[in-house]
């Protein structure tokens, strides 16, 4: 923009066709940079984190590198300018100069990247995006200026035919712009910072507004969606049709929070937020996705393992309750109603082992000449049977 003003103030000021003709060159090294820029700077600063692929770079500035050449060369072939002659304005120098083929393709490639960027930067503002209420007529009014520039320039309104109306408008966008940012903080880092959040959040984020019709996904509620584009401004319905979970609980009016499982194996954390304006109507709701499929199957195999484990505790034998023992022989009924031996039942119904050996009254009373030898004191063992 600098480039184009400069060369064109120097083209204005210069005596002589031979040097207007040069300063003219000089000011193409802006003009042809002056739509593909602004184009980038719509996309850049209404859609930041999303790149074009260096395939659509190349076509963007295949015909403004092609203009910028033919400006060079231009006194070879007059495929861009020719026959320049004076404005005919008392006490002025300026030139009008007739235009040829290759400036008509110049000037609808300019006129596409202009209404490209002008659409991306009224979208912008309409959806609030990275503007606020006093930036965005700012913003628009700037995207509108050089429009205006270009119909007076190629129509009979220009009242100094000769004179480059596109590049005045341009400058005067310039100007507007850093008065905005002077004095309305224009381009803050701040909404930037937060479109970038949104957008590259690892969470879904779904915007609903009071028709229930869906205003704004990011890529990640895209993709859990399982959609790609074509779902801003539909009914949340429609919208919402491929994840049905997800369109009920959206349908719940008041705050809640849900997990639910979408797909195979994919788990998500519902939270919906009502979103009021300043007089306490509801103005919308956000729906917001967490990821939560690790902790779920975290979950399900402490359940797991807590079911195997009281299973497993199932399975041990223990004994436990009332047991009928004979007083006489010390035989015990088990559960089918038969005596059965002590020992036998034990065994049975725990994992104790037996080893046998003779008490010290048992050694005297089996064995009383063993007992007397040793003085009438059986070891706690005793011998074995």
């Given at each position: 923009?600098?480039?184009?003003?400069?060369?064109?103030?120097?083209?204005?000021?210069?005596?002589?066709?031979?040097?207007?003709?040069?300063?003219?060159?000089?000011?193409?090294?802006?003009?042809?940079?002056?739509?593909?820029?602004?184009?980038?700077?719509?996309?850049?600063?209404?859609?930041?984190?999303?790149?074009?692929?260096?395939?659509?770079?190349?076509?963007?500035?295949?015909?403004?590198?092609?203009?910028?050449?033919?400006?060079?060369?231009?006194?070879?072939?007059?495929?861009?300018?020719?026959?320049?002659?004076?404005?005919?304005?008392?006490?002025?120098?300026?030139?009008?100069?007739?235009?040829?083929p290759a400036y008509w393709i110049m000037l609808a490639h300019a006129f596409l990247l202009v209404l490209a960027g002008t659409v991306?930067?009224?979208?912008?503002?309409?959806?609030?995006?990275?503007?606020?209420?006093?930036?965005?007529?700012?913003?628009?009014?700037?995207?509108?200026?050089?429009?205006?520039?270009?119909?007076?320039?190629?129509?009979?309104?220009?009242?100094?035919?000769?004179?480059?109306?596109?590049?005045?408008?341009?400058?005067?966008?310039?100007?507007?712009?850093?008065?905005?940012?002077?004095?309305?903080?224009?381009?803050?880092?701040?909404?930037?910072?937060?479109?970038?959040?949104?957008?590259?959040?690892?969470?879904?984020?779904?915007?609903?507004?009071?028709?229930?019709?869906?205003?704004?996904?990011?890529?990640?509620a895209l993709r859990i969606l399982g959609r790609r584009e074509g779902v801003v401004g539909r009914p949340a319905e429609e919208a919402?049709?491929?994840?049905?979970?997800?369109?009920?609980?959206?349908?719940?009016?008041?705050?809640?929070?849900?997990?639910?499982?979408?797909?195979?194996?994919?788990?998500?954390?519902?939270?919906?937020?009502?979103?009021?304006?300043?007089?306490?109507?509801?103005?919308?709701?956000?729906?917001?996705?967490?990821?939560?499929?690790?902790?779920?199957?975290?979950?399900?195999?402490?359940?797991?393992?807590?079911?195997?484990?009281?299973?497993?505790?199932?399975?041990?034998?223990?004994?436990?309750?009332?047991?009928?023992?004979?007083?006489?022989?010390?035989?015990?009924?088990?559960?089918?109603?038969?005596?059965?031996?002590?020992?036998?039942?034990?065994?049975?119904?725990?994992?104790?082992?037996?080893?046998?050996?003779?008490?010290?009254?048992?050694?005297?009373?089996?064995?009383?000449?063993?007992?007397?030898?040793?003085?009438?004191?059986?070891?706690?063992?005793?011998?074995?049977?």
């Amino acid at each position: 923009m600098v480039i184009w003003s400069l060369g064109s103030a120097l083209e204005t000021a210069a005596v002589g066709t031979a040097l207007k003709l040069q300063m003219i060159k000089l000011s193409y090294l802006g003009t042809v940079s002056t739509a593909p820029l602004f184009l980038l700077f719509a996309l850049g600063y209404f859609r930041p984190g999303r790149r074009l692929p260096p395939a659509v770079l190349a076509a963007l500035w295949a015909v403004p590198a092609a203009g910028l050449a033919l400006a060079l060369t231009a006194e070879r072939h007059g495929l861009l300018w020719r026959s320049p002659r004076p404005s005919g304005l008392p006490g002025s120098n300026l030139l009008v100069y007739g235009h040829g083929p290759a400036y008509w393709i110049m000037l609808a490639h300019a006129f596409l990247l202009v209404l490209a960027g002008t659409v991306v930067v009224v979208r912008g503002v309409m959806r609030g995006q990275g503007t606020s209420r006093t930036s965005g007529p700012i913003v628009l009014a700037a995207a509108f200026l050089p429009w205006l520039g270009m119909v007076v320039h190629l129509t009979a309104l220009n009242p100094w035919p000769g004179l480059d109306m596109p590049v005045m408008a341009f400058a005067l966008t310039g100007a507007l712009l850093i008065w905005g940012i002077s004095t309305r903080r224009l381009f803050s880092l701040i909404p930037l910072a937060r479109d970038l959040l949104v957008e590259q959040m690892a969470d879904g984020l779904i915007v609903l507004d009071a028709q229930d019709r869906l205003q704004d996904a990011n890529p990640t509620a895209l993709r859990i969606l399982g959609r790609r584009e074509g779902v801003v401004g539909r009914p949340a319905e429609e919208a919402l049709a491929s994840c049905p979970a997800i369109a009920r609980a959206a349908a719940q009016a008041e705050d809640s929070t849900a997990d639910l499982q979408v797909g195979e194996g994919r788990y998500y954390e519902l939270r919906t937020t009502a979103v009021r304006d300043v007089r306490g109507e509801l103005a919308g709701r956000t729906l917001h996705l967490r990821d939560i499929t690790r902790r779920r199957q975290a979950e399900q195999e402490k359940e797991r393992l807590i079911h195997e484990l009281r299973q497993a505790l199932a399975d041990v034998k223990t004994l436990h309750g009332l047991l009928p023992i004979c007083a006489s022989c010390k035989k015990i009924r088990n559960d089918q109603g038969s005596w059965q031996n002590l020992e036998g039942y034990i065994c049975e119904h725990s994992e104790a082992e037996f080893s046998h050996s003779l008490c010290p009254d048992c050694l005297r009373k089996l064995y009383p000449d063993l007992s007397s030898g040793q003085g009438g004191a059986a070891g706690p063992a005793g011998p074995e049977g």
